[in-house]
């Protein structure tokens, strides 16, 4: 994957597409940062390299959220193309049907604890769901049960 984003990167310098390049190099220095916090023995796997790209994807979520709010929609604006960017080296996300699915799934287990649930669907759904988004299926799917 790691390879990918770097190849995606000289075709973007090549292209002259600056907003593409910054936002590639900025996957590329979080990514590096991890690899760091990891420690020089452990290589990342492309499950971790998809978890800092997911953390990039909500930062920018986050920010779109505030400058819509503060009525600025021009680094909102920005923001969302970067997000688009990101969002190209992120798996697939579930439907609301397919998150549903597992989350039945592990209700009709018997299971009732909000905590084990999430923790058996997070394992299930594998970062390809945001977990707030989780979170509230599993808490409406806990109500009606």
Same mark, same amino acid.
């Given at each position: 994957?790691?390879?990918?984003?770097?190849?995606?990167?000289?075709?973007?310098?090549k292209? !002259?597409?600056?907003?593409?390049m910054? @936002? +590639?190099?900025?996957? =590329?220095?979080?990514?590096?940062? &991890? $690899?760091?916090?990891?420690?020089?023995?452990?290589?990342?796997?492309?499950?971790?390299?998809?978890?800092v790209?997911?953390?990039?994807?909500?930062?920018?979520?986050?920010?779109?959220?505030?400058?819509?709010s503060?009525?600025?929609?021009?680094?909102?604006? !920005?923001?969302?193309?970067?997000?688009? @960017? +990101?969002?190209?080296? =992120?798996?697939?996300?579930?439907? &609301? $049907?397919?998150?549903?699915?597992?989350?039945?799934?592990?209700?009709?287990?018997?299971?009732?604890?909000?905590?084990?649930?999430?923790?058996?669907?997070?394992i299930?759904?594998?970062?390809?769901?945001?977990?707030?988004?989780?979170?509230?299926?599993?808490?409406?799917?806990?109500?009606?049960?």
């Amino acid at each position: 994957m790691l390879e990918k984003i770097k190849k995606d990167l000289v075709e973007a310098m090549k292209a !002259k597409d600056a907003l593409k390049m910054g @936002t +590639i190099r900025m996957i =590329l220095a979080s990514v590096h940062n &991890e $690899e760091i916090a990891k420690g020089k023995d452990k290589e990342l796997t492309d499950e971790d390299i998809v978890g800092v790209i997911r953390k990039e994807a909500k930062k920018r979520r986050e920010a779109i959220e505030i400058y819509e709010s503060a009525d600025r929609p021009e680094l909102a604006n !920005k923001e969302k193309a970067e997000l688009e @960017t +990101i969002n190209e080296y =992120l798996p697939p996300e579930l439907s &609301e $049907e397919e998150i549903q699915k597992i989350i039945d799934e592990v209700v009709s287990r018997g299971e009732e604890n909000l905590g084990k649930v999430m923790g058996q669907v997070m394992i299930k759904i594998a970062g390809r769901a945001e977990p707030g988004k989780v979170s509230e299926l599993v808490k409406r799917a806990l109500e009606n049960s």
